[in-house]
């Protein structure tokens, strides 16, 4: 009696988990998901890996479910448009991050250089400021993506657009574009890295600068409090 329970939860959990990779297929285009679960294979292979600690999915035949594909994912080709469209949107990408960032670096070691003498609260505020310009410029360079997408009809609407190339950017998740434009997926992908990482050594750059700065001026002025005690004594 026990082997015919233990059969009948073997088959019902089987039924689960091809009820999920159809539910799967249906609802997402090409059966993907976002976060650790980048396929309807990975629900097969989960299961797999626990079927094989537990004893479980005996006679089960795994490999030949993960050998199939999809015949979207069979018939893909990468054209040159797609790829040529895409170098051009990334070269765009980072020309407007580029020079927005370049133009805001120089205002701001400009205002940096008219202050005689740096106070904590100053810095602070000067590297927030140049902290939500960057921001604009992401959003300004994921608005240039979203803008493509909805021109080439790959999105419903511009809000929908901007909101998958703005997760896409941040490289959270993937999977929103038609098969027609999917290769744009990697190369946005590429582009938000490529940003943020020229962000990120811009602002430790500001930051060491004025920090920088700010040690030497305390260092001259307890220089100047010993010179004036000591002509005092």
């Not at 020229?198 to 930051?207: D, E, K, P, R, Y």
């Amino acid at each position: 009696m026990s082997d015919g329970l233990f059969a009948s939860a073997r088959v019902g959990v089987c039924q689960i988990r091809g009820k999920l990779c159809r539910a799967l297929r249906e609802l997402l285009p090409g059966g993907r998901t976002f976060g650790p679960f980048t396929s309807q294979f990975a629900w097969v292979s989960l299961y797999a890996r626990f079927g094989a600690r537990n004893g479980f999915g005996y006679g089960i035949h795994f490999e030949e479910t993960m050998n199939e594909f999809l015949q979207r994912d069979l018939d893909y080709v990468i054209r040159l448009d797609e790829v040529i469209w895409g170098c051009l949107l990334v070269a765009v990408t980072l020309i407007i991050h580029g020079t927005g960032l370049f133009h805001t670096m120089r205002v701001s070691s400009a205002l940096t250089a008219r202050t005689k003498k740096l106070r904590p609260g100053f810095s602070a505020l000067v590297v927030t400021l140049v902290a939500l310009v960057i921001v604009v410029l992401h959003l300004i360079e994921v608005s240039v993506w979203a803008g493509f997408f909805t021109w080439k009809h790959a999105q419903p609407n511009p809000f929908s657009a901007f909101y998958n190339a703005l997760v896409n950017y941040t490289t959270l998740g993937a999977g929103y574009l038609p098969l027609r434009w999917r290769l744009l997926e990697g190369l946005l992908g590429m582009a938000g890295l490529l940003s943020f990482a020229f962000s990120t050594s811009a602002l430790i750059t500001l930051a060491q600068q004025l920090v920088q700065r700010s040690l030497t001026e305390q260092q001259q002025d307890t220089e100047r409090a010993r010179g004036s005690s000591r002509t005092k004594s």
